[in-house]
Every structure is written in C-alpha cells, then in structure tokens.
C-alpha cells in the first residue's frame, strides 16, 4: 500500500536530500508520475492503416509536432464516423525536457529501476469507471497538492483536452472561487476550438473533499446542456479500495492508488530512463527461474530418492527370497537318493522330450521322400543315412534358406539346388534333414553318367514341394579348378580302380 510522502525542492539541498533518499530506499521499482503546466495535446485525423505502417506514421506525425523534446506519447482513439473513417489520434508531450532532467539524473546515478513516466491526464482515463463517465462528453476536475486545478476532458472515454492551473491556498471559499471561474475560462476554450459541442449535454464532474465540495457547490447551477456532479474524494477512495479514510481535498493518493494497482503501459519515459527497470525485470525473471528450476531438482530428487528407497527395499526383499529358497533347494536336494545324473540336466533333457513329443517327429517322412524319388535312380546305393533335427536350415549359416528357383546348371556349380520358399503364413519351428552316403553301382569309368545321376538325384527332391533344401556335399568326380586329378597309364578304358562316391543333405521344414 502507499505510505508516507515526503517532498523535496528542485534545487540543490531538495536534490541532495532526494539522492540520498533514494540510495537508502529498497531496489524497487519506481514510478514517476508528472502534473505539469508544460504538457501538450493534440488530437488529429489520421488514414486507417495497420502494424507497421501505423507506427511509421505516427511516429512522422510526433516528430512533426514535437521536434524539441523526447518525451512524446500517441496512441489510436475512435474513428470518424463517415467518410474514409479515419483515426483519431492522440498526440502528447512534456514541453520541457529539463522539467525531468534533475530527478532523471538522480535515478540514473543511484541506478534507479525506473518502470517508466506518467502523466495525470492520461491516467485520469482509469478513474472514469468510477465516476460513470465512460460516454458522452465528460468534463473531470482535480485538486492536486502541489500542482492545482487539473482539468481533463473526455469525449467517449477518451482524452481530447487537458489543462492545468494554479489555485490560491488561501481558504476554501477564495479556492472554490478561483475553481469556478478556471472552469469557465475552460469552458470556453472547448467551445471555441470545437472540442465541446453546445448542442450535446456536458457532464462536469468536481472531484474534492468537505468545505470545497461545499463552497463549490454554492457556485455551480445546472444548465439546459450542462449537468454538475460534485463527489467526495473518500468515495472514490473506498470504491477503488484505497486503505485509510481519506479526509483531504486532493486526489493525488487516488493516482498515485491508479497507478501502483493497475501498472499502465510506460507513457513517456524513453529507453535509457527505463534500462535499469528491463534490468530488474531481468534479474526477477532470472531469479524466479531459478527458483523454479531448484523446486523442479528439489521435487525430482525427492521422487527418485523415495523411488531408490522402495528398490533398494525390493532388491533386499528378493535377495532374502532368494537365500531362503536356495537354503531350501539344498535341503530337498540333500534328502535326494544320489543319482548318476543331476537333477537340472534331468529337468533339461525332461523338456527336450516334451519338445519332441510335442512335434512327434519321426525320420519316416524324409525317407519316404527319398525312397521315393531314389527309386527312379537304380544305379545308386545308399550305405549310411544320419537324421537330425534342429532350430536351422543349414549347419553352418542359421539364416541360411533356399533361393528362388533358378537355373539348375548355375545351382549345380555351387553345390546347392534350389528348394519350395517359406510361404507368407507361417513360421518354420524345425528343421529335420538326412544326410545321405551313396555310391554309383556297377560303374564302368563313365564319369560324366555318374555325375548325371547324382544331380538328377538331387533335382527330383529339390523339385518336391515338401523339401526345403537340397545341397550337394560331395560329388563322384570332383571337376573344381582346384581339384587334382589323377590316373595310371598303364589301366584299360572302362576299367577303375574304386567305386565313386557321393553325398548330399535333404532339408524338410516343420511347423
């Protein structure tokens, strides 16, 4: 809330005094609030444009109208009613820059955080909800302690003209007096320059306190346009809920209320008088994330402590489980018959046969198939079959499958023929293959029959559909460029000295 006030002369004891009141006051924000003779408005019409090109304008039409002082203030009002519908603008100024030079420069030294400088006028604009003065035109006077008589009026709720004047501190009724003729004069002055219009009703509305309101009262008569309202500055105070009573006749505690409570846009204050407040704000802004930041770190290292305490608590729970069904694990072994086998391994090889059982996988299919297609080749004896069964195509590659079919003769080179293609519904579980022993009967030394044999063996399976792979593991004549080939001279055509051989893998695929 506001406190004590205290003033101080502008001159060098009153700067003094000031300085070093305000390096002993808090590092807070401070808001200077102006109610000077030497402030200028202006209201014109202005085309109806948006964003950028507005500020460009508006800024021309300050620069025009105010060359000789920083501190300018606009902003857009209403709109013409007809026509083009042009703006109404509003165009300010403090006249005079040295007005604010001394006290500037005592903030500057004392780097004060200035949020900004304000003008009575355009904060009068707040107490209009109050007074009921948001239409038509209004007319609002004000006593200030040091300044005078303030009037401001309103059309709409907007400011078009203002006017600040001295009053005599003699006695209410020489005060009351001087109110009534400055009201007049202004009056006038309204009228004339069209800001006012006669034909429309005129709302004088006096803002004062006990004797005033009274002599003021005696001196003022409603006319056929204009209509007086007299109101107690206390009112408006508790309206506003400004603390205390208020028993003065002047309305500085309500701007100075207006101004702290509602923090209006900066009005004239330029970028260096406001750096140190950015600063502040900076500062706070750093400050409060910060804070945050520890809260965030603060409540995360909470959970996660709470949430190792639950696990460390877990992980001592299994552990004792753990311990105490190992204890008895060693117990009910120990009351075991020894056997041969350990118990584990008999658990192991219990879920291997439950595994085959579950698959009742017998080698009477794969050799059915290969009986069956072996017959067609009678100048080939088998004499050793082995029977496997496992997770993998191949013995070497897991991810090892057939091919898509293709030529027989670029297979054959490798040694693999091609087989049937898993199909898109299902998974192959298994794998069983026979790896086949054999040798070509009744040989006469043609080779090139012999090995015709053997790879037409291998087609004829890798033709079925029911075989997965077909690979070729060794041939009856090995004709690779690295093999050796050897032969005795003195042996007649036809005859031999062994029986080729040969060996092959049938793979079948199981579900």
Known sequence: GLSDSFAFDADETGLAFFTRYMEESPDIPVYLLVDAIEEEFRVESMPHVRGGDRKALLQRRLTRAFRNTPYVYSEVQDREPDGRRDDHILLAALTNPGLLAPWLEVFERVKVPVAGVYSVPLLSRLLL????????????????????????????????????????RINPQDTAESIAAELERFR??????????????????????????????????????????????????STLKVSGVLTSPHSDVLYAHLLLARRPANHYGTAADVRYHDLH??????YSSAIVCLAAGLLVSGFLGIQAFHLGR?????????????????????????????????????????????????????????????????????????????????????????????????????????????????????????????????????????????????????????????EILERPLDAAPTAV?????????????????????????VR
Not at 148 to 153: I, K, V, W, Y
Not at 208 to 232: A, C, E, K, M, P
Not at 347 to 359: C, F
Request: some cysteine; glycine content about 8%; aromatic content about 6%.
């Open 188 to 237: 006038r002055y309204l009228s004339s320059v069209g800001v006012v219009a006669n034909d429309r009703p005129l709302t004088v509305c006096v803002l004062s306190h006990g004797q005033f309101l009274t002599q003021i009262s005696n001196r003022l008569r409603d006319g056929d346009q204009t209509t007086y309202r007299l109101v107690d500055v206390a009112r408006v105070a």
């Open 314 to 470: 877990e992980a001592e729970n299994t552990r004792q489980r753990t311990e105490f069904y190992a204890d008895r694990l060693a117990v009910e072994r120990a009351r075991l018959p020894p056997t041969l086998v350990e118990p584990f391994d008999v658990e192991h090889a219990l879920d291997a046969v439950k595994e085959i059982e579950g698959h009742r996988l017998t080698p009477q299919g794969a050799l059915a198939t290969l009986g069956g297609v072996l017959a067609k080749e009678p100048s080939l004896r088998l004499t050793a079959i082995e029977w496997d069964l496992d997770r993998s195509p191949s013995r070497s590659d897991a991810g090892m499958v057939s091919a898509p079919t293709a030529s027989l003769e670029a297979d054959s080179a490798e040694g693999t023929l091609p087989g049937p293609q898993q199909t898109a519904g299902g998974t192959w579980l298994l794998y069983q293959s026979l790896e086949v022993s054999g040798e070509v009967s009744g040989f006469a030394g043609d080779y090139r029959a012999a090995l015709a044999a053997v790879e037409a063996l291998a087609s004829a399976l890798a033709a079925r559909e029911d075989v997965w792979q077909v």
């Open 129 to 168: 909800p109050s007074l009921k003065g948001g239409e038509g035109q209004f007319l609002l006077l004000t006593v200030q302690a040091a300044s005078g008589l303030r009037q401001s009026c309103f059309i709409d709720g907007y400011l078009r003209a203002s006017r600040l004047a001295k009053l005599p």
């Open 485 to 509: 080939l050897a032969g005795r001279a003195d042996v007649a055509p036809g005859a031999t000295t062994r029986t080729p051989v040969f060996r092959l893998r049938l793979v079948q695929a």
């Open 281 to 286: 704000r900076l500062r706070i802004a750093m």
